[in-house]
């Protein structure tokens, strides 16, 4: 059975549409690209359309790749003071040349609406009921939500230890009393743990990486990354034959960037509220 991202992804944008409807001032969205990654690109205009759609003021800075991080920086500290910027974000990856922890902690907390930075990713860490958390595992805790999967007593497998998407995600899950495990480069065998998991979650960017001999047949799967290579799209699980089979799966990939830009809007949104009520 297919979990589909697609189409919760459209409700949330009615909702969103509905409630920037009633808003009495524009809300502004900014994103930063360096370099010309075709996967960014192709993510920073799904960002763009979605904003528009939902009349979110967006506007992008695109620079060449061999942008200098000093003047990054600047740009940052523009952005962090401009009163016409609410929100904005640095597109991920940035080109090797780019320090890019130093980079997104540049961010002001308050305008991080990635929730990239240190101070937020505490703010995850300890549970903060305020919170709000990175675009990929917001989506993956919003579908499991939708579709009725509590992760509480789960065994829940979070393959690869990313900042962006791994440990906010495992820290989610243990937050919504998941038990947590988390592998990486430097786990001996993977397998041992999925084939046990009532849940995996696999984001490690490597083609047909999680086959199905390596799940049970209840485990549910969330394929968070794909790779494209000679324009032909492979997943990190084997899809298809897992798909084939009994279990439950997200659709790759036009589930994973609708539900992540989705977040995104309503992460612009949520911060606009809690801003306001202050
Ligand atoms: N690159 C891949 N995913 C993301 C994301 O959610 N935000 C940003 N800024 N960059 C990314």
């Known amino acids: 059975m297919i979990i589909d991202g697609k189409k919760v992804a459209s409700e949330i944008y009615e909702e969103l549409k509905k409630e920037v409807s009633n808003l009495s001032e524009k809300v502004y969205l900014k994103a930063i690209l360096v370099g010309n990654n075709e996967d960014s690109i192709r993510y920073i205009n799904q960002k763009k359309k979605w904003a528009e759609y939902l009349w979110i003021d967006f506007e992008l800075f695109h620079y060449e790749e061999n942008f200098d991080e000093q003047e990054l920086l600047n740009k940052i ?47 995850l860490a300890i549970w903060d009921s305020s919170f709000l958390a990175s675009c990929t ?43 947590i495990t988390t592998c990486h ?41 794909f790779t494209v290579r000679d ?8 899809f298809e034959t897992i798909n084939n089979n009994w279990n439950m799966i997200t659709p790759v990939p036009g589930g994973v960037w609708a539900m992540t830009v989705a977040m995104l ?14």
Request: positive net charge; glycine residues 0%.
């Open 77 to 123: 500290e523009w952005l962090n003071d401009d009163k016409k910027t609410h929100w904005f974000i640095v597109q991920l990856p940035l080109p090797k040349h780019i320090d890019t922890a130093k980079v997104i902690n540049a961010i002001k907390p308050e305008k991080d609406v990635d929730w990239f930075t240190k101070q937020n990713f505490w703010k």
């Open 137 to 179: 595992p917001t989506w993956i805790m919003t579908l499991l939500e939708k579709y009725n999967i509590d992760v509480t007593w789960k065994d829940v497998v979070v393959i690869w230890r990313s900042n962006i998407v791994g440990k906010p995600l495992s820290l989610m899950m243990l937050n919504n009393s998941a038990t």
């Open 185 to 225: 480069s430097r786990t001996k065998d993977i397998s041992y743990y999925t084939k046990k998991a009532d849940i995996v979650c696999v984001a490690i960017w490597k083609p047909w990486f999680l086959t199905l001999d390596m799940i049970n047949k209840n485990t549910i799967v969330i394929d968070v990354w």
């Open 231 to 238: 324009w032909k799209i492979y997943w990190d699980a084997d």
């Open 265 to 278: 809007m309503q992460n612009t949104l949520k911060a606009y509220n809690i801003q306001n009520e202050k």
